[in-house]
């Protein structure tokens, strides 16, 4: 394949996925959960169910990618959150948006277990894996510059349209998407050999053993499946810290656009900021993690709108900070795996932090339905502080 063709390949794939994140709901996404009955508590609940759906499907789906066509399993990540856009198009309710929830979550375990794969052995095939590290993030950039683009769109849309207008927008956007993919190439996979069911778990174990006693990878791991699980606890705080100050809906999506933003820019110059930072950036990291749970209770305690605004925007960075982190343990991880392995074993990193995201949302959930909002934050933010503190100095030593 030519420079010029993957290229084309990896466009046609960034552009698929920009138009895929076109997902005007998300920005009032805790306003459509209100309008279906729902409250925060259920929210905060399916969140974390999106999490466990992740966290089962995870390592499965990759490991798929190590069988069959990445390119056909990547399609199907895309149909079965169509399925998700087409569910809310027609029913409501309860079990309603709770199956939407489990489709989403069954779209990023085969996506994200299956598409950094794909990237690594199309620049395998060129002889390029060393730009991983950049075309895995220009990925991260497109993804959440759709994201970006579709908050602000959807808040605008909100004023005029109903929520149904607004899914079938959305339906459209996917349904391009998926076409677009039928236009990558479906690239040759080293021959596998016929295996059981036995020995598909023991290739399944010795992913996981993989990465845990890898001591190149496996603390790399660790901090980013934390981080990882307190973004989820930061952004599913973000709309109802908005709600309860009164805040104007043009807001919602302004701050998601912002977010969004973010996490693109640090997936875009993930390797800049590694070069820049260096040693420093796992410092910088537990700073701005304790700094944002901070701020996130002075929000809470203060209720202003602007306040709020300004507070989200400032955890904004951090979060761009930790894609950063996670681009960079996964460029780390494919240095240090078999190819044969590659993709299960990505999908182990992932399961680590949807298992992380999974268990601080649930634990979340019930600590909030018992104490309430800023009692249950400043329990967060003394669990970071401990958790974070243990992979400090071995990172640290690492990016020396």
């Known amino acids: ?63 798929l990618g190590d069988i069959f066509s990445k390119k056909y399993l990547i399609i199907t990540s895309y149909i079965m959150f169509t399925l998700r856009v087409l569910l809310w198009i027609f029913f409501s309710g309860f079990w309603t948006i709770l199956t939407g929830e489990i489709l989403y979550g069954l779209f990023k375990a085969l996506f994200r277990g299956n ?7 199309l620049l395998r095939n060129n002889n390029v894996e060393n730009k991983m590290l950049s075309k895995y993030g220009k990925l ?13 769109a959807g808040a605008i849309m909100y004023k005029y349209l109903g929520f149904k207008s607004i899914l079938i927008v959305e339906l459209i956007f996917q349904i391009i998407a998926v076409g677009l993919l039928c236009f990558i190439p479906n690239l040759k996979s080293e021959p596998v050999s016929k295996r059981s069911l036995k020995s598909d778990l023991t290739i399944i174990k010795e992913s996981i053993l993989r990465i845990l006693k890898n ?38 999506g302004i701050v998601s656009f912002v977010n969004q933003s973010f996490r693109g820019l640090g997936g875009w110059f993930a390797h800049k900021f590694v070069s820049a930072i260096g040693k420093y950036l796992i410092s910088i990291e537990y700073i701005f993690t304790v700094t944002s749970f901070l701020l996130l209770i002075i929000a809470n305690y203060y209720k202003n709108y602007i306040l709020s605004t300004a507070v989200i925007i400032l955890i904004s960075f951090s979060i761009c900070l930790f894609v950063v ?8 991880i494919h240095e240090n795996t078999p190819s044969s392995s590659r993709a299960s074993t990505s999908s182990v ?32 933010l003394i669990l970071s502080i401990i958790l974070l503190f243990p992979g400090l100095k071995k990172i640290f030593n690492k990016l020396t």
């Open 1 to 63: 394949m030519s420079l010029k063709s993957y290229n084309r390949t990896l466009f046609i794939l960034n552009f698929s996925s920009f138009l895929q994140y076109q997902r005007f709901i998300m920005p009032i996404s805790f306003l459509f959960y209100l309008s279906n009955g729902l409250t925060l508590s259920d929210f905060i609940l399916f969140q974390s169910i999106f999490n466990i759906t992740c966290l089962l499907a995870k390592i499965p789906m990759g490991f």
């Open 115 to 121: 598409v950094d794969s794909y990237i690594y052995e």
């Open 140 to 152: 991260s950039l497109y993804t959440s510059m759709g994201s970006a683009i579709s908050c602000i």
């Open 215 to 252: 001591k190149n990878i496996n603390y790399f791991a660790y901090y980013s499946a934390l981080l990882t699980g307190l973004t989820g606890v930061f952004v599913w705080n973000f709309q109802p810290l908005l709600k309860a100050s009164a805040a104007p809906v043009i807001l919602f």
């Open 325 to 332: 982190f996670n681009v960079f343990t996964v460029s780390k």
């Open 349 to 380: 990193n992932t399961f680590l932090g949807d298992f992380a995201a999974f268990a601080f949302l649930l634990m979340f959930k019930f600590v909030y339905d018992y104490m309430g909002i800023i009692p249950t934050q400043i329990l967060f």
